[in-house]
């Protein structure tokens, strides 16, 4: 049995749809467990490149079950939008399943999202507009629609007549916008739930029989650690949990049957959205981090804020998610620099902290201290062997795993396959 968690260590975009995809060859089934349409997974296979948002990245290798688990909110015109679009690149659906109890992104949630962001003003906290936050309370507060529901036409029906009122009352009342009408919405709704039938099953039930044979599981988190609802820089942060936590709680896999968990981390940091980001790069070596790395947002094209790699944020993630393994992701972004910075604690009213505090008015008087490491020159993406990189590079993986206590079992140079150093295999 081995079931493994690649989970985000940072803000997210750390590359683990990357790494998910490499380690997806060897897997039976990949599975999605939090987030919805605000993720964003760019992948490079030979030349083709492919963007995913809430199809787990397993799908690019035929045969695999792909699955969307419980914890997902579900956006079922984007899901359909990301299906024919893979269709018409030849990639075959027969492995998706859709879980039963994932709750739906409703066009009013999308709306809500945009109108709370603007109530906000400066205090906003940089959402992807993608209905997330609204999506989530609705759960939470036990007003949501679940697949279940989409597949009953009467439950259906029945259930937004009611949710659509309230929410009218707030959209009118409150922030003075357009209401919806229930009976579109349905109409829409219904169209979509012939569509989405045939993957719907009860995904918990087929990924521990799944693990009850034998088979190889991977769990793919979305955004990052810092970005969990809970243990992340709230209430800068998404709305679900990221963490490992929620890798159990979004498929019905319990805690006693997971295997190992990686943590995926950029060989800097970058951050999108506001709030406080300690290590962040304002000068000239940000900008050309940004540039060199690409760091634009898959969902929304905003340019990423850019800093030094954080240890204080790698090893918060290392205890919140009892990391086994780090994957080192993007540092060949990195060559061409004199030198090269890590953050290693924080200086507050003149005493140093190693751990994140939780409130967002001590972390944004962080100083950071950094440690200074000899750069290299050469471009590692084109280096076949890791034992071939210049000595400063190793210098800095050799640190990283130091500074978390934590063994680095992938380094990334690349977008492709190919560019992957393994150095523990994981399956
Ligand atoms: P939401 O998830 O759209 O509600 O956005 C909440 C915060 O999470 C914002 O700061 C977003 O920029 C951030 N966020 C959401 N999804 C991602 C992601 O996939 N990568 C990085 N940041 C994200």
Known sequence: MSTVVVLGSQWGDEGKGKIT???????????????????????????????????????????KVCVIGNGVVLDPAALLTEISALKRRNIDLAGLRISDRAHLVMPYHKKLDELEEMRRGTGKIGTTLRGIGPAYMDKVSRNGVRIADLLDER????????????KNLLLTRIYDAEPFAAGRIFEEFRRYAEEIRPHVTDTSLLLNGAIDRGEKILLEGAQGTMLDLDHGTYPYVTSSSPA???????????????????????????????????SELKDRIGDRIREVGREYGTTTGRPRRIGWLDANVLRYACRINALNFLALTLLDVLGGLETVKIC?????????????????????????????????QEDLSEIDSLADFPSAARRYIQRVAELTGTPVAIVSVGPNRHQTKVLHELF
Do not use: M
């Open 21 to 63: 995809d490499f380690l997806a060859a060897k897997a039976n089934v990949v599975v999605r467990y939090q987030g919805g349409t605000n993720a964003g997974h760019t992948l490079a296979v030979g030349q083709e490149i492919f963007k995913l948002h809430q199809i787990p990245s397993g799908i690019l290798y035929p045969g």
């Open 344 to 376: 290693t604690a924080y200086r507050y009213h003149g005493q140093e902290i190693t751990h994140i505090p939780a409130s967002l008015r001590t972390l944004e008087q962080c100083e950071p201290v950094f440690e200074e490491l000899p750069g290299w």
């Open 244 to 278: 490992v936590g929620g890798a159990c709680t979004g498929t019905g896999i319990a805690p006693s049957r997971i295997n190992k968990v990686v943590g995926v981390v950029k060989a800097y940091t970058t951050r999108v959205g506001d709030g406080p980001f300690p």
């Open 155 to 166: 439950e259906l029906q029945d259930k937004l007549t009611g949710l659509v009122e309230e």
